[in-house]
């Protein structure tokens, strides 16, 4: 494999440098500067294994979009829920049944709102208005709550019948990263991080997990508040500015920025890299297969 013996050698060097709470200095932390970038704009990683800018401990992973495809499931679960309501919604009678669609309604209404913005703004678009409800509605109740509990039971239903796909060249960057010896941690704001991370058989690389779970009885703020990401920072006791924040979203970037942590690389799913670059972002990669490569 191309880079391998580079690697190597760097890991080696590294390693005799200091592991967590060694000498090593983070680039960027000591100058308050970004880490060296070539002249593309681009962070050299100098780091473990040629992975992380020199002095990077730890690693902070976002979950979807970074580890995980999971945008499809809730796509998928936003869509039978909807269509099943506006089946069965007895103000239809006046007009044919027209199903939510992914490719619009999704992307306009619902992508990477709280579960009950998402309920609100899609069914204000199709002239329906229900009771708001409450956080603990069940999903048989008919508010907005409670149709965002029915998407959420659907969600977890689909994860355990179709697993859930990983993006392959995370898993391996991951791996790389467990095998340099750096710390790992997943920050999502998801409430069901740890099933997803289960069923994507990926929840044994990562030592802590703050998510939306974790926010909700710790009082956390979520992105772009540094919050989470600091709090996972903690809990691994290493300081931000030698830890690296890998996000696929704009305000995911902000956060790593607003926290001061020293490596912020946003993964570019997207067409958003000059958003990303803009939002914080040290480096922007579509793929974090390509710091293998580096
Ligand atoms: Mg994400």
């Known amino acids: 494999m191309p880079g391998m013996a580079h690697e190597d050698a760097a890991g080696h060097a590294e ?8 000498a ?3 680039a960027g932390a000591s100058t308050g500067q970004s880490p060296e970038a070539d002249g593309a704009g681009r962070a050299r990683p100098t780091g473990r294994a040629g992975l992380v800018p020199a002095g990077i401990a730890a690693c902070l992973f976002d979950l979807d979009g970074v580890l995980t ?12 829920m909807f269509d099943a309501f506006l089946r069965a919604w007895p103000g239809r009678a006046e007009q044919p049944f027209r199903p939510f669609e992914i490719a619009t309604d999704y992307a306009r209404h619902v992508d990477g709102k709280l579960r009950a913005d998402g309920v609100r703004s899609f069914l204000a678009s199709r002239g329906i208005a229900l009771p708001e409800g409450a956080d603990d509605d069940p999903p048989t109740a008919s508010t907005i709550h409670g149709l965002g509990a029915r998407k959420n039971d659907l969600v977890l239903d689909l994860i355990r019948e179709r697993g859930v796909e990983v993006y392959a060249g995370s898993v391996r960057f991951v791996e790389a990263t467990r095998d340099a010896g750096l710390r790992r941690g997943v920050v999502s704001a998801s409430k069901n991080c740890r099933e997803v991370l289960v069923a994507a058989g990926i929840a044994h690389f990562f030592e802590v997990r703050v998510d939306g779970a974790v926010a909700a009885e ?3 703020g979520g992105k772009p508040a540094p919050d989470m990401f ?3 920072a903690a809990r691994l006791g290493v300081e931000p500015a030698r830890c690296a924040v890998f996000e696929d979203a704009i305000a995911g970037v902000e956060a790593g920025h607003a926290g001061g942590f020293g490596w912020v690389v946003g993964v570019n799913r997207g ?13 922007v ?4 297969d390509e710091l293998l490569e580096g």
Request: without cysteine; charged residues 25%; neutral net charge.
């Open 218 to 220: 710790e009082g956390l």
């Open 24 to 26: 090593a200095t983070p």
């Open 285 to 288: 990669v579509d793929d974090l």
């Open 271 to 283: 067409d958003q890299a000059d958003a990303l670059r803009a939002g914080g972002a040290h480096t």
């Open 69 to 80: 495809r999971t945008a499809k499931v809730h796509a998928a679960a936003w869509k039978e």
């Open 15 to 22: 390693t005799r440098r200091g592991g967590p709470g060694g």
């Open 230 to 232: 600091l709090a996972a």
